[in-house]
């Protein structure tokens, strides 16, 4: 018997292959009362189908992926597109030419035109040390205080040289017109929603799931219980739980609230998602689900994100700080899989994984224990 500690993207996938590939016994449990992870989503009361947890939009590049992941739905093409409402005016993101003409009045028409805007609005660092010199080394001053500076504080209520640059490298910038927000080339959303695609994931005659069941609740289990003795523990939630009698100290998430609204009409927003960067408005995006889904509806939801530093870890705070301590507990996991406890996922590596990768890295794993 094989017990997988969350019925998350990880969670799942692994369960999946063990089962099939392997032909083993697993137990999946999860401490919610229900599976998908923070990719949960569900019909609102309005008959919408909205993601509890903040939206996800599905993109990769990685043929594996998209040949795994369509065994277990089918899928709608979409490709997300942002956009970010900066002095008054919705502009694209990423910074394409489209985003510097609204927002400076400039006539940018061809991709050198772009290149020589951003070299001379760019600053020449190399090697940014944080976030902040990696917002200038990518899009500049001005940019980075109209589009960036603020957003950033929101999200992870620190400035961002106090963050490390991989937060600020993620910022997507074009010399061309190209406004999807992703250019993978495979770009989709499940036609019956995510919680339908790991309903199918799970369904099979040696998966078992029990929801509401905390990891350290299986103490209590008698001895002789194959989920007290399993051969093989795959752990997908915080490791810093995981490890919390060696009192070494608790690894810095980010959280979110959400508010969702149903709204009397078909659709409210240009673009299914809307950023926020002004610090005068206290959310960071607006998301408007029917707009990735193709659900038809007289009424629309949509979903407002709060920042918050407490609640349901999403977002590791790549501090310096944070990765010092994190070193800590990779070591002790070093040492947890030499008795076959093996540690999986965003929460479980302390790392962010966009969803492909998710897949990716949970196939991995179980590509190397086969």
């Given at each position: 018997m094989?017990l ?24 999946v ?28 939009f ?5 043929s ?23 002095d ?20 940018i ?17 190399t ?28 999200q ?16 997507p ?29 799970l ?19 008698p ?53 926020y960067?002004s610090?005068?408005?206290p959310?960071?995006?607006i998301t ?9 509806s007289?009424?629309?939801?949509i ?12 977002y590791?705070?790549f ?9 800590q ?16 996922g ?25």
């Amino acid at each position: 018997m094989n017990l997988v500690v969350g019925a998350g993207i990880s969670g799942c996938t692994i369960a999946r292959e063990l089962a099939e590939r392997l032909g083993e016994e697993v137990l999946v449990i999860d401490k919610r009362d229900h599976i998908g992870g923070n990719c949960y989503d569900y019909y609102d009361d309005a008959g919408i189908l909205v993601p509890k947890y903040g939206p996800h939009f599905f993109h990769t590049n990685d043929s594996r992926v998209w040949e795994y992941v369509q065994g277990f739905s089918s899928w709608r093409p979409y490709e997300h597109r942002v956009l970010s409402l900066v002095d008054g005016r919705l502009v694209p993101v990423p910074v394409n030419p489209t985003t510097v003409n609204r927002l400076f009045g400039t006539d940018i028409r061809t991709e050198d035109q772009m290149r020589t805007w951003l070299g001379e609005n760019t600053e020449p660092i190399t090697h940014p040390q944080n976030s902040e010199q990696a917002a200038l080394a990518r899009v500049g001053r001005v940019l980075y205080e109209k589009m960036f500076r603020n957003y950033t504080k929101k999200q992870w209520e620190m400035e961002p040289a106090e963050l490390a640059p991989e937060v600020m490298n993620r910022i997507p910038v074009r010399t061309t017109r190209e406004d999807r927000y992703f250019t993978d080339t495979y770009q989709a959303m499940p036609t019956r929603g995510y919680t339908a695609l790991f309903q199918t994931m799970l369904d099979h005659p040696l998966i078992s799931l029990e929801l509401n069941r905390d990891y350290r609740q299986l103490a209590s289990r008698p001895s002789s219980s194959p989920a007290r003795n399993p051969s093989r523990i795959f752990f997908t939630g915080r490791i810093d739980r995981y490890f919390h009698d060696r009192n070494i100290g608790d690894l810095q998430y980010r959280s979110l609230e959400f508010l969702h609204e149903t709204l009397d009409t078909p659709r409210l927003q240009e673009a299914a998602t809307i950023n926020y960067p002004s610090p005068e408005v206290p959310w960071t995006r607006i998301t408007e689900p029917k707009l990735a889904t193709g659900q038809e509806s007289p009424k629309t939801t949509i979903i407002k994100e709060f920042p918050r530093s407490q609640g349901e870890p999403y977002y590791p705070v790549f501090s310096p700080g944070n990765l010092q301590l994190f070193e800590q507990y990779r070591s002790l996991a070093a040492s947890e899989q030499k008795k076959g406890v093996f540690f999986v996922g965003r929460l479980a590596e302390y790392k962010y994984f966009n969803m492909d990768q998710a897949f990716a890295n949970a196939l991995a794993l179980t590509d190397r224990i086969r």
